[in-house]
């Protein structure tokens, strides 16, 4: 087989993995999902999958790195948002709605969120991002600080998420003490938080939220993105 052949087998067999572990993640949680079960469920054998990946947590990885960037920009263009504080807030909140939705999501992000490969994908994909929304109300830190901040507001996330909502502790007091208590962190003037939670909270997140998982999983079942590669 020619070496583009072989690439091309090798990508092939990585969607096929994705694609079986997004099913069985979102049906059975990270934890009780194995490799040979992805790898069965992608009608492939288990030497197929660690081909593919060095390991679960490698494949997790690659499904951050797709779903990541990708919820953001639907959250941008569901909610046609300019301003980059609002739009981190519900961006924020929607990863709280969607992890509320059903357990295996809720487990699959605090996994995210905890794994050492994911997690830090995600603080170094947030610290930029973050400079740039924040950076006004804090103009002496540089990137790192941000990366620094992020371990901690990630952290916050994590924790939020981990919490079931009830009776008691509902989405709105979720999304109100978690939006505070990181808009605070970056220095957001109390009156502007005030607003953005205000704002947040008559919006329809968890219209949105599902919206975004339904896209995520026809994606995952069309392959994700076309691969540019086999294009050419």
């Given at each position: 087989?020619?070496?583009?052949g ?13 694609r079986?572990a ?8 990270y934890?009780?999902?194995t490799?040979?079960?992805?790898a069965?469920?992608?009608g ?7 081909r593919?990946?060095a ?11 797709r ?13 046609g948002?300019?301003?980059p504080?609002?739009?981190?807030a519900?961006?924020t909140s929607?990863?709280?709605?969607i992890?509320e939705l059903?357990?295996?999501?809720r487990?699959?992000y605090v ?7 994911t997690?830090a994908y ?9 400079q740039s ?7 002496d830190l ?13 952290s ?8 079931p909502?009830d ?6 007091a979720?999304?109100s003490?978690?939006?505070e208590?990181?808009l605070?962190?970056?220095?957001v003037?109390?009156?502007?938080r005030k607003?953005v939670?205000?704002?947040?909270l008559q ?6 939220a599902?919206?975004?998982i339904?896209?995520?999983v026809?994606?995952a079942?069309?392959?994700f993105a076309a691969?540019?590669?086999?294009k050419?």
């Amino acid at each position: 087989m020619s070496p583009r052949g072989k690439q091309l087998n090798g990508l092939l067999t990585q969607q096929k993995m994705l694609r079986a572990a997004v099913a069985l993640f979102l049906e059975s949680g990270y934890e009780k999902t194995t490799t040979a079960k992805i790898a069965k469920a992608a009608g492939m054998t288990q030497s197929s999958f660690f081909r593919a990946f060095a390991s679960k947590e490698a494949l997790l990885l690659e499904l951050v790195r797709r779903m990541f960037g990708g919820q953001f920009a639907l959250a941008e263009q569901h909610s046609g948002i300019e301003d980059p504080v609002l739009l981190y807030a519900v961006e924020t909140s929607l990863q709280l709605h969607i992890a509320e939705l059903t357990e295996p999501l809720r487990e699959l992000y605090v996994v995210g969120y905890s794994l050492p490969t994911t997690s830090a994908y995600i603080y170094q994909s947030m610290a930029g991002r973050l400079q740039s929304i924040f950076g006004k109300y804090m103009p002496d830190l540089e990137l790192k600080d941000f990366y620094e901040m992020e371990i901690a507001s990630a952290s916050i996330m994590r924790g939020f998420m981990a919490m079931p909502c009830d009776v008691y502790f509902t989405m709105e007091a979720k999304i109100s003490r978690f939006l505070e208590c990181s808009l605070k962190l970056y220095d957001v003037p109390q009156e502007q938080r005030k607003g953005v939670i205000a704002a947040v909270l008559q919006m329809d997140l968890r219209r949105m939220a599902e919206g975004i998982i339904q896209k995520t999983v026809a994606q995952a079942e069309e392959g994700f993105a076309a691969l540019p590669a086999l294009k050419k």
